[in-house]
Protein backbone atom coordinates (compact mmCIF):
# COMPACT_ATOMS: atom_id res chain seq x y z
CA UNK A 1 0.00 0.00 0.00
CA UNK A 2 2.23 2.39 1.38
CA UNK A 3 4.61 1.94 -2.71
CA UNK A 4 1.37 2.39 -4.31
CA UNK A 5 0.64 5.55 -2.60
CA UNK A 6 4.80 6.78 -3.29
CA UNK A 7 4.15 5.88 -7.13
CA UNK A 8 0.67 7.50 -7.41
CA UNK A 9 2.38 10.90 -5.66
CA UNK A 10 5.87 10.70 -7.60
CA UNK A 11 4.72 9.00 -10.70
CA UNK A 12 1.57 10.80 -11.39
CA UNK A 13 2.82 14.74 -10.94
CA UNK A 14 5.94 13.90 -13.35
CA UNK A 15 3.43 12.79 -15.88
CA UNK A 16 1.34 15.74 -15.33
CA UNK A 17 4.43 18.20 -15.69
CA UNK A 18 5.35 16.39 -19.13
CA UNK A 19 2.15 16.16 -20.35
CA UNK A 20 2.22 20.03 -19.79
CA UNK A 21 5.47 20.64 -20.87
CA UNK A 22 4.25 18.70 -23.98
CA UNK A 23 1.23 20.60 -24.92
CA UNK A 24 2.70 24.03 -24.12
CA UNK A 25 5.20 23.02 -27.07
CA UNK A 26 2.14 22.59 -29.27
CA UNK A 27 -0.61 25.33 -28.22
CA UNK A 28 1.91 27.73 -26.49
CA UNK A 29 1.99 27.83 -22.60
CA UNK A 30 -0.58 31.19 -21.85
CA UNK A 31 -2.78 28.86 -23.89
CA UNK A 32 -1.70 25.68 -21.78
CA UNK A 33 -2.10 27.40 -18.51
CA UNK A 34 -5.81 28.84 -19.90
CA UNK A 35 -7.06 25.51 -20.49
CA UNK A 36 -5.88 24.29 -16.68
CA UNK A 37 -7.58 26.80 -15.52
CA UNK A 38 -10.91 26.62 -17.76
CA UNK A 39 -10.81 23.16 -16.72
CA UNK A 40 -11.06 23.40 -12.76
CA UNK A 41 -13.07 26.40 -13.34
CA UNK A 42 -15.65 24.28 -15.14
CA UNK A 43 -15.03 21.37 -13.14
CA UNK A 44 -15.22 22.83 -9.66
CA UNK A 45 -18.21 24.12 -10.93
CA UNK A 46 -19.69 20.89 -11.99
CA UNK A 47 -19.04 19.01 -8.74
CA UNK A 48 -20.70 21.60 -7.36
CA UNK A 49 -24.11 21.11 -9.32
CA UNK A 50 -23.27 17.08 -9.39
CA UNK A 51 -22.82 17.37 -6.13
CA UNK A 52 -26.27 19.38 -4.94
CA UNK A 53 -28.23 17.12 -7.20
CA UNK A 54 -26.58 14.24 -5.23
CA UNK A 55 -28.07 15.88 -1.63
CA UNK A 56 -30.96 16.39 -3.11
CA UNK A 57 -30.96 12.28 -3.77
CA UNK A 58 -29.75 11.46 -0.32
CA UNK A 59 -32.49 13.78 1.45
CA UNK A 60 -34.84 12.00 -0.65
CA UNK A 61 -33.46 8.86 0.19
CA UNK A 62 -33.66 9.80 3.76
CA UNK A 63 -37.30 10.83 3.63
CA UNK A 64 -38.49 7.60 1.74
CA UNK A 65 -36.48 6.11 5.04
CA UNK A 66 -34.36 3.85 2.59
CA UNK A 67 -30.76 3.69 3.31
CA UNK A 68 -28.83 6.22 0.45
CA UNK A 69 -25.49 3.79 -0.08
CA UNK A 70 -25.50 4.48 -3.41
CA UNK A 71 -25.99 8.03 -2.58
CA UNK A 72 -23.66 8.31 -0.54
CA UNK A 73 -20.59 6.87 -2.21
CA UNK A 74 -21.40 9.34 -5.71
CA UNK A 75 -21.27 12.22 -3.16
CA UNK A 76 -17.74 10.56 -2.36
CA UNK A 77 -16.74 10.15 -5.85
CA UNK A 78 -18.07 13.39 -6.67
CA UNK A 79 -15.96 15.10 -3.92
CA UNK A 80 -12.55 13.17 -5.30
CA UNK A 81 -13.38 14.33 -8.59
CA UNK A 82 -13.52 18.16 -7.30
CA UNK A 83 -10.82 17.92 -6.11
CA UNK A 84 -8.83 16.43 -9.26
CA UNK A 85 -10.23 18.92 -11.61
CA UNK A 86 -8.80 21.73 -8.80
CA UNK A 87 -5.53 19.97 -9.34
CA UNK A 88 -3.77 21.21 -12.33
CA UNK A 89 -2.98 18.58 -15.30
CA UNK A 90 -4.61 17.04 -17.80
CA UNK A 91 -4.55 13.48 -16.16
CA UNK A 92 -5.91 14.70 -13.27
CA UNK A 93 -8.63 16.52 -15.05
CA UNK A 94 -9.53 13.23 -17.24
CA UNK A 95 -10.27 11.54 -14.85
CA UNK A 96 -12.37 14.18 -12.56
CA UNK A 97 -14.53 14.32 -15.52
CA UNK A 98 -14.81 10.62 -15.53
CA UNK A 99 -15.88 10.29 -12.04
CA UNK A 100 -18.18 13.50 -12.87
CA UNK A 101 -20.08 11.26 -15.16
CA UNK A 102 -22.55 9.10 -14.04
CA UNK A 103 -21.62 6.59 -16.13
CA UNK A 104 -17.84 6.59 -15.43
CA UNK A 105 -19.31 7.08 -11.14
CA UNK A 106 -21.56 3.96 -11.76
CA UNK A 107 -18.14 1.85 -13.29
CA UNK A 108 -15.72 3.29 -10.31
CA UNK A 109 -18.31 2.72 -7.72
CA UNK A 110 -18.87 -1.43 -8.79
CA UNK A 111 -15.04 -1.85 -8.55
CA UNK A 112 -14.93 -0.01 -5.38
CA UNK A 113 -17.78 -2.15 -4.12
CA UNK A 114 -15.79 -5.11 -5.46
CA UNK A 115 -12.94 -4.31 -3.61
CA UNK A 116 -14.73 -3.25 -0.05
CA UNK A 117 -16.46 -7.12 -0.40
CA UNK A 118 -13.21 -8.80 -0.97
CA UNK A 119 -11.70 -6.67 2.24
CA UNK A 120 -14.55 -7.60 4.14
CA UNK A 121 -14.62 -11.06 3.08
CA UNK A 122 -10.89 -11.20 4.39
CA UNK A 123 -11.36 -9.75 8.12
CA UNK A 124 -11.36 -12.12 10.66
CA UNK A 125 -13.24 -10.52 13.91
CA UNK A 126 -12.93 -12.41 17.17
CA UNK A 127 -14.74 -11.04 20.35
CA UNK A 128 -14.58 -12.54 23.32
CA UNK A 129 -17.38 -11.31 26.15
CA UNK A 130 -17.07 -12.64 29.43
CA UNK A 131 -19.46 -12.11 31.92
CA UNK A 132 -16.77 -10.43 34.05
CA UNK A 133 -16.63 -7.88 31.55
CA UNK A 134 -20.35 -7.11 31.52
CA UNK A 135 -20.74 -5.93 34.72
Given at each position: ????L??????????E?????????????????A??????????T??????????????????????????????????????????????????????????????????????????????????????????
Amino acid sequence: MLLKLFLAFTLIPIAEIYLLVRVGEYIGALNTVAMVVLTGVVGATLARVQGIHTLYKIRTSLQQRKIPSRELMDAVLILVAGILLLTPGFITDTAGIVLLLPMGRAVVRKQLLKKIRSWAGRQRVHIDISSRDLF
